[in-house]
C-alpha cells in the first residue's frame, strides 16, 4: 500500500515519500506526516535475525513505499558501511541493569550520524526519481554537532554541495575543528561575526529569497535542507528502535511481546518520536521517557499540558539539547489531535505569536505513554561519576541527563520493565565536561589533553574522528559578516 505525505498544518495535496524528503518542509509552514503509520511486515522474530541494514530495510520500505527495493538498499549500504567504528552499528550496552543503545560509531561520534549518513542518497534517489537535474545545495546553519554531521554525510555526495554556517565564537574548539578540517570538493565552512540565531535568521531568509532561487536555478541550482524535520531523517530513527528491541529478543532478554521501555535525551523531539514511531509501527514499548536538561520546556509541557517557551534560555553541559522549540514535537501534537491539521495550525500560530499553545484534555489523554523527566547540571555530572564509579563506563553529558532521569523514575515509580537508554553522544565529543564530572583535577586541562585521560580512565580507544582532527589541515578559514551571508553564498556558487 502507497504511504503518502500531508502536511500537519493543512489538508491540501499529498505528495510521495521522495517528494516529502526533497521538500524538507511542506509550504504551509507544516511537516510532513505519514497519512497513517504503517506497521512491519515480518514478525519481530525474523528480524531478530537480520543485522542492521536489512532491519534498516524492513523499516523503510514501509515508509518510503515509492522507491524500488534496488534504491532503498542501495542508499543503506552506502550508508552504514565502514564510516562506522563497529559491524553492529548501534551496539547495545548493558550497565548496571540497564541497556545504553550506542548511537556514535558513527563519522561524527553523534547520534546524528545514525541520519545523517543515509539522508543524501535518499535526497539524490529523491531528485532523480523527480527528474530533478540541478545540483542540490545543502544550506545549513549549525551551532555544532548538525553541521559536522551533514558535512561528513554529503562529502563527495554526487549531484549535491554542501554549505555550512557556523557561529564563528560560539562553537567549542573541538567541534570548530571538526568543522573547519572537513575534506571533500563539495564542501564550504563559512564562520560568521554573529551567533547561532543570526545564522539561522540568515539560512532561512535565503531560503525564502525568490530571486536568489530564480539566480540559482539559471545556474543549474537549487537549495534543500538537511533539518532534523525532513521526514528523510526522521524515518533513518525509526530503525534503531525496532533493531535494539529485536537484539533484546535475539539475546532472550525479553520475550514476545514483552515491553520495553525507551529513555530519550531531547532537543528538537526527533529522536524519541522516531521510538513513537517505533511503537505505533507494532514494537512493544511501554513508556517514552523524554529526558530534559535545564532548558525543561518539554516537561513542563508533559506535566501541565501548556507548551512556553517565554522562559530564561540556560547553556548547559549538554547543548544539543539546548532548545526551546522543539520542532517536531509538531508531529506529536498532530497525532493526538485527531490529526486535525486546523487544530494543529491554531496551536503553531499560537506558538509564533505568544511563545505558547495549550492542549485540551483529551489531547493529553492520549499522550499517557510519554513521560517527562529532567535533570539539573549538578545532577547531571553526579551521574556520570556514579554509573563510572560502579561499573567503569564512561558516558557523555546528554546520555547522563536521560540516565539520570531513568533512576529518578524507577526510584519514583517501582517500574521494573527493561530498560533502553538512547546514549547519543560519544564521552570523546564533550571530554571536558566528562571528565571533570569524575574528578575535579581536571578543570583547566586542554581538550586533547583531556582526550588522552578519558581514553585512559575508560579503557577505550580515541575514536578515528578525534585522532583525525588533532593533526589535520584547516581546509576552511572563511569568515563573514552576518549581513554578508547572502553574497558568500552567491561567489561560493559563482553567481
Ligand atoms: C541532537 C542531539 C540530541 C537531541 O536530539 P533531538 O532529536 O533533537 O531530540 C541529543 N543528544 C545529542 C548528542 C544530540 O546531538
Known sequence: MEVMYQSTRSTGKKVTASQAILKGLADDGGLFVPDAIPQLDVSLDEIAKMNYQETAYQVMKQFFTDFTQEELEKCIERAYDAKFDT???????????????????GATIAFKDMALSILPHLLTTSAKKNHITNQIVILTATSGDTGKAALAGFADVEGTSIIVFYPKNGVSAIQERQM????????KVVGITGNFDDAQSGVKAMFNNKELAKAMNAKGYQFSSANSINIGRLVPQVVYYVYSYTRLLAQGVVKEGEQVNFVVPTGNFGNILAAFYA???????GKLICASNDNKVLYDFFETGVYDKNREFIL???PSMDILISSNLERLIYKIAGEDAKATADMMAALAKDGKYSITDAMKEQMKDFIGGWASEEKTASEIKRVYD?????MDTHTAVASAVYHDYKEKTGDQTKTVIASTASPYKFATSVMTAIDNKYEGM???????????????????????????????????ETADMQKTVEEILGL
Open 87 to 105: 559491524k553492529e552499528i548501534a551496539p547495545l550496552v548493558e550497565k548496571d541493569g540497564v541497556y545504553y543503545l550506542e548511537l556514535f560509531h
Open 390 to 394: 560502579k561499573t567503569g563506563y564512561v
Open 279 to 285: 511503537k505505533n509501527m507494532g514494537v512493544p514499548v
Open 446 to 480: 586542554d581538550d586533547f589533553a583531556l582526550i588522552d585521560e578519558l581514553s585512559k580512565t575508560s579503557g577505550t580507544t580515541i575514536p578515528k574522528a578525534v585522532e583525525e582532527i588533532r593533526t589535520a589541515p584547516v581546509l576552511h578559514d572563511t569568515v563573514c
Open 180 to 187: 573547519v578540517t572537513q575534506k571533500g570538493a563539495n564542501t
Open 316 to 318: 548547559t553541559t549538554s
